[in-house]
C-alpha cells in the first residue's frame, strides 16, 4: 500500500475505532456474557439449548468455556443470535492507531539517533541539544509518514 493511502486507512481506521472507545471500560461479567444475558432475560438454560438445538449440558459447557476465551467467533455469533443480541468483535487500540505508530517510530528513531550520535562523538562532531532533538523530531515524523517495513522489527 502507498504511503499516502497507509495514512488516510490509518485515520480513518481511527475513526471508526474511536466509537469503541468506551468498550476498553468494560469488564468481563465474572460467569461470562452468555450466562449474564441469558439470565437477565430470564432465560433457562434448557430453553437457550432449544434455541441453539444443543443439548442443556453443552449450554453449561458453552457457558463454563466463555470466561477463558475458550470458544470460536462462529459460537458466540451463533448464541449472540439465539439470545437476540449482536456479537460484537473489534481489536480496540489503548491509544490510536497513529499514536502506535508515532511511538514506534519514536523508539526507533531514538536508537538509530544514539548509534549515529555515538559514532558523530567519536569523530568530535557531536550535535548540540537542540540539534538533536531536531534530527529526532524529523526521524519520527518521517518513519511514521513512510512506515517502512522494518519499522516494527524493533521490540518496545
Given at each position: 500500500?502507498?504511503?499516502?493511502?497507509?495514512?488516510?486507512?490509518?485515520?480513518?481506521l481511527?475513526?471508526?475505532l474511536?466509537?469503541?472507545?468506551?468498550v476498553?471500560?468494560?469488564?468481563?461479567?465474572?460467569?461470562?456474557?452468555?450466562?449474564?444475558?441469558?439470565?437477565?432475560?430470564?432465560?433457562s438454560?434448557?430453553?437457550?439449548?432449544?434455541r441453539?438445538?444443543?443439548s442443556?449440558?453443552?449450554v453449561?459447557k458453552?457457558?463454563?468455556?466463555?470466561?477463558?476465551?475458550a470458544?470460536?467467533l462462529?459460537?458466540?455469533?451463533?448464541?449472540?443470535?439465539?439470545?437476540?443480541?449482536?456479537?460484537?468483535?473489534?481489536?480496540?487500540?489503548?491509544s490510536t492507531?497513529?499514536?502506535?505508530?508515532?511511538?514506534?517510530?519514536?523508539?526507533?528513531?531514538t536508537?538509530?539517533?544514539?548509534?549515529?550520535?555515538?559514532?558523530?562523538?567519536?569523530?568530535?562532531?557531536?550535535?548540540?541539544?537542540?540539534?538533536?532533538?531536531?534530527?529526532?523530531?524529523?526521524?519520527?515524523?518521517?518513519?511514521?509518514r513512510?512506515?517502512?517495513?522494518?519499522?516494527?522489527?524493533?521490540?518496545?
Amino acid at each position: 500500500m502507498k504511503t499516502k493511502y497507509k495514512q488516510i486507512a490509518r485515520r480513518q481506521l481511527d475513526a471508526t475505532l474511536a466509537k469503541f472507545s468506551e468498550v476498553r471500560k468494560v469488564q468481563l461479567p465474572p460467569k461470562g456474557w452468555i450466562r449474564a444475558v441469558r439470565e437477565a432475560l430470564g432465560m433457562s438454560g434448557k430453553q437457550l439449548a432449544g434455541r441453539l438445538n444443543v443439548s442443556q449440558p453443552r449450554v453449561h459447557k458453552l457457558e463454563q468455556s466463555e470466561p477463558s476465551g475458550a470458544l470460536t467467533l462462529k459460537t458466540m455469533r451463533q448464541v449472540a443470535e439465539a439470545l437476540d443480541c449482536v456479537f460484537v468483535y473489534a481489536l480496540v487500540p489503548r491509544s490510536t492507531l497513529e499514536e502506535t505508530v508515532r511511538a514506534q517510530a519514536r523508539a526507533v528513531a531514538t536508537e538509530r539517533l544514539q548509534r549515529v550520535s555515538h559514532t558523530m562523538l567519536l569523530e568530535a562532531q557531536g550535535l548540540s541539544t537542540k540539534e538533536q532533538q531536531a534530527s529526532l523530531d524529523d526521524a519520527i515524523e518521517e518513519l511514521a509518514r513512510e512506515t517502512p517495513k522494518d519499522l516494527w522489527d524493533m521490540k518496545p
